[in-house]
């Protein structure tokens, strides 16, 4: 076990402050009878004393989490759909409106976003290593390229394509260690003026909403408005505009330029001082944090045992990439959980990582409804909650444990 390593960002010391122990990858499900052994590996996160970037203190090699079997499918719920419409929609409006503009989307999945771009008759390409999403973006008219996007592969695209005014990225870039070759890729596709957006978890929300779940082996880095900013002007450039998103949980679009070539909003500002004022960054509060986390996990297992110990029914609502840390962390397998109810048909008949709970399709959920689920899309608890009324007419209770475990 180490309780120190290497900073992915500036080469600088991290320190452990949470271990989750031997965890599985978080989208590997597994076919009932499948005899081979699982990959685990040691899920554990840790602070770099000098940038102060949250990160995996060990990195999973990207051709296990991203290939032809990848199962995530961006455009599964609703609610984002129309978030990346009005994303798609937005670019259009003040980024997109030269000549002849060109947008980069890398990991753009089933191309959710890029789906109105290309319908708006711009040019764009997404670059999705994942085969699987990439075909499905592909049959909805988006331009799209099967590799990883790294140094070599923006100079590619430069030569086919020439420079970009945009290179966006949703729950992509904190999926990807090697950021020094990211930023090299970027800065040498970008137009001088040409902006590097990007979205994922803040953590921020992690910390304050106790949400463990966003740790597992996809998410590489958890960023904070200063780790960014640190990050950025080491790569030459500036975090000239942050947005805060209710999207995964809590998320925050940042906005980087070329070093001088923006004025930051003050909306960048009013983020790092908040982030001073509540000492987001310092070790302290991550420590906390791990008490609290462990005492989620405590509570979780508890209320689980003692609805088994009553003969309830529990069963799982959403087989979310999330939901592997919750299971393998906390102990949580068939005997407390029945089985996870999902919509995605590449899941149902498989069992969850690590954990082996079976996955069945929404209609074993209602047949008949169980005494309790356990929302592990908690996310998205609105739109579930919402389209599962008649769950809760029928005397169904829903089970959460973000911010803290509660039965509603
Ligand atoms: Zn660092």
Known sequence: MSLSGTCRVCAGSVREFFDFGRQPLSDAFVEPGDTREEFFFRLAVGRCDACTMVQLMEEVPRERMFHDGYPYLSSGSAVMRAHFEAVAERFLATELTGPDPFIVEVGCNDG?????IAKAGVRHLGVEPSGGTADLAAAKGVQVRKVFFEHATALEVLRDH???DVVYMANTFCHIPYVESIFAGVSALLTDNGVFVFE??????IVRRTSFDQIYDEHFYYFSGLSVQRMAQRFGFDLVDVEPLPTHGGEIRYTLARSGARTPTPAVAELLDRERETGLSEPGTLTRF??????????LIGLLRDLRDRGKRVVGYGATAKSATVTNF???????VEFVSD?????QGRLTPGAHLPVRPPEAFADPYPDYALLFAWNHAEEIMAKERAFREAGGKWILYVPEVRVL
């Open 112 to 116: 959710v976003m890029l789906e109105t």
């Open 162 to 164: 020439g420079h970009a």
């Open 200 to 205: 994922d978890p803040y953590l921020g929300d």
């Open 290 to 299: 791990a008490g609290d986390v462990a005492r989620v996990r405590d509570e």
């Open 330 to 336: 906390c102990g949580i397998g068939p005997d407390l």
């Open 343 to 347: 919509t995605s048909p590449t899941k």
